[in-house]
């Protein structure tokens, strides 16, 4: 199915394959990690594709992930983009996508480190399939710092249990 490149830019990510259907007038992808068809909006469009790298390149186990996690932050009910778990499910990363036009601002790092007050995961990532920003949350000295990279998973799991 061919994209409109104004709505679907060509991402800073590796093109997955996407299992793309038209519901109506609705473009829907696959979401491996929900098991069903979604609207294919520019967001989703990002999703899918940090998803795919996450897993493909970066050895994220598919089954420590899960997309649109419903959290509390401050007794209202709000929904994480993908948290990224670690083999005792406890929140390890959580990830906030916006969409390729979205510029990533002050606010959006503010709205991630609200729900990093629900779940307390060590690492906080922000993309819009453009630009990736991480940082480390240090809760002994209660600093954060930003990394140059998005993490293998192998690594953050074997930094996580040595802390």
């Not at 406890?90 to 916006?98: A, C, G, M, N």
């Not at 959006?108 to 609200?114: G, L, P």
Request: proline share 6%.
């Amino acid at each position: 199915m061919e994209f409109n490149s104004k709505k679907y830019p060509p991402l800073n990510l590796p093109y997955p394959e996407l299992k793309v259907r038209k519901d109506e007038d609705m473009i829907k992808v696959f979401d491996s990690l929900r098991g069903k068809y979604v609207a294919l909006t520019p967001e989703e469009y990002v999703r899918q594709h940090f998803t795919a790298w996450l897993r493909n390149s970066l050895h994220y186990p598919a089954s420590l992930m899960a997309n649109e996690i419903g959290i509390e932050v401050n007794g209202m009910k709000k929904r994480c983009d993908t948290v990224v778990f670690s083999s005792d499910s406890s929140p390890l990363v959580i990830i906030e996508y916006k969409a390729p036009d979205v510029v990533i601002s002050q606010s959006v790092f503010d709205q991630i480190v609200r729900y990093n007050m629900a779940l307390k995961a060590r690492y906080l990532i922000v993309s819009n399939g453009l630009n990736h920003y991480c940082c480390v949350i240090d809760y002994n000295t209660k600093s954060y710092n930003f990394i140059p990279a998005i993490p293998d998973y192998r690594e953050i799991t074997k930094t996580y249990s040595e802390n």
